[in-house]
């Protein structure tokens, strides 16, 4: 399987199980959990060539852990990242580390520094543990730059925290004041 066709497949998995299941006539649950069989179908009628195979090999090698199959392997959902109303995860609050990181881009910074971290059209903002993986992020929507985010402050002061399944920490928004400026990468 060519590299190429695991991330084009990605992609799509991503548009489908975070944002738009009724393109291809799939139904999430809260959980975000959605039918193999029913997303292999919906993707094969509009003539993309999708297979069981071809999912779990994009599941199984994907360096972000994006994805996630049932045990007995009938159910598919994305771990976070959903914009779609019908899913409302539940995720178990927990403690975050001190400092959790952010990757954007320096053409969003005006913006993030009057207003905070926002979740736009999903339903958290998301957060890395590591400058790194933030850097990649950030790399992805032009000039990166990591900013550093006060969890322990927000904690503190009451915000919740959650992880999910991908190690993608999550939370409902970052006021400004929690948010200090990395230099551009």
Not at 37 to 53: M, N, S, W
Not at 159 to 165: G, L, P
Not at 177 to 183: A, R
């Amino acid at each position: 399987m060519s590299n190429n066709n695991l991330i084009e497949t990605s992609k799509f998995l991503s548009y489908v199980l975070r944002h738009e299941p009724q393109a291809i006539g799939l139904e999430l649950d809260h959980e975000g959990w959605g039918s193999l069989d029913v997303l292999i179908a919906g993707a094969v009628a509009q003539g993309r060539p999708l297979t069981p195979a071809l999912v779990e090999q994009v599941v199984a090698s994907s360096d972000k852990k994006r994805f996630e199959l049932s045990v007995d392997g009938q159910r598919i959902r994305a771990v976070q990242g959903h914009s779609t109303l019908s899913v409302a995860r539940e995720f178990v609050a927990q403690t975050p580390p001190a400092v959790l990181f952010h990757g954007t881009a320096t053409r969003f910074l005006d913006a993030i520094r009057q207003e905070g971290l926002k979740p736009g059209q999903r339903h958290h903002v998301h957060l890395s543990a590591d400058e790194q993986t933030a850097r990649a992020v950030g790399q992805r929507y032009g000039a990166p730059v990591v900013l550093r985010v006060d969890a322990a402050g927000m904690h503190a002061s009451g915000t919740a925290f959650y992880q999910a399944e991908n190690g993608v920490w999550l939370t409902s928004a970052v006021p400004a004041q929690f948010i200090s400026d990395g230099d551009p990468i």
